[in-house]
């Protein structure tokens, strides 16, 4: 079965500063995608960035970069220079026959 | 920049009742999908349909839920005889599989309250 782990409930940061979301997964399949969404409080899912399992560099989305270790099956999410519009829950996504395993969300709040 | 629309945002129906909820995926994309969140859980498949007929189901889509794409535009979720615990945050989502695009944009979600 395909798994998706956030173990972080909740994280806060302070305004400008650095904070990392942890994500761990599952899945025998060697080629897939991982996915972060951002959930702000309207409730919708806008998608944060993306990473491509066979691709070994980490992708990178202007404040946003992700941490990928396949062989640990790691994906953390790196917010640089918090800003308070980036208060939301954040999910970890993995792609698995042509849906959308997601885990159970991590709430940041980002403080002044 | 084009995007999946859901019309109601909101719906309130009784215990029992028959609901339609409806979405309009982006015009080129060719798989469709609907996600459910029970408030303050997890984001979890229902469906995927692909070329007019479901691909895929989860246990959650049980014979209570349909899906239907009556035009080439409108895609929508109906449940019957709706339970207290249907009520949800569902999604709409869709994809453009042609290329290396390849992830499923959402919609804004339809909040349906069973009462």
């Known amino acids: 079965a395909q798994t998706v782990t956030q173990s972080q409930p909740e994280m806060s940061v302070q305004e400008a500063e650095t904070v990392t979301l942890s994500c761990t997964y599952d899945?025998?399949?060697?080629?897939?995608?991982l996915f972060w969404y951002k959930q702000p409080p309207s409730r919708q899912m806008i998608l944060v960035i993306r990473q491509e399992a066979y691709k070994q560099q980490n992708a990178t989305e202007n404040r946003f970069s992700v941490n990928f270790q396949k062989a640990a099956k790691s994906f953390s999410l790196k917010i640089s220079d918090s800003q308070l519009g980036d208060t939301a829950m954040y999910f970890c996504?993995?792609?698995?026959?042509?849906?959308?395993?997601f885990g159970a969300g991590t709430i940041l709040r980002v403080k002044s | 920049e084009p995007e999946v629309t859901q019309t109601p945002s909101h719906q309130v129906t009784q215990m029992g009742q028959e609901v339609i909820l409806r979405c309009v995926p982006i015009?080129?994309?060719?798989?469709f999908y609907w996600y459910r969140q029970i408030l303050g859980q997890k984001v979890e498949f229902l469906v995927s349909?692909?070329?007019?007929?479901?691909?895929?189901k989860s246990e959650i889509f049980d014979d209570r839920f349909s899906v239907e794409r009556p035009d080439g535009s409108n895609f929508t979720l109906k449940i019957r005889s709706t339970k207290l615990e249907d009520s949800a945050m569902y999604f709409c989502?869709?994809?453009?599989?042609?290329?290396?695009?390849?992830?499923?944009?959402f919609g804004p979600g339809t909040r349906l309250t069973v009462l």
């Open positions: 349909f692909y070329n007019n007929e479901i691909s895929e």
């Open positions: 899945t025998s399949e060697s080629n897939y995608y």
């Open positions: 996504a993995l792609e698995y026959g042509n849906k959308l395993v």
């Open positions: 989502a869709s994809r453009n599989i042609a290329g290396v695009i390849n992830e499923q944009f």
């Open positions: 015009s080129n994309h060719l798989y």
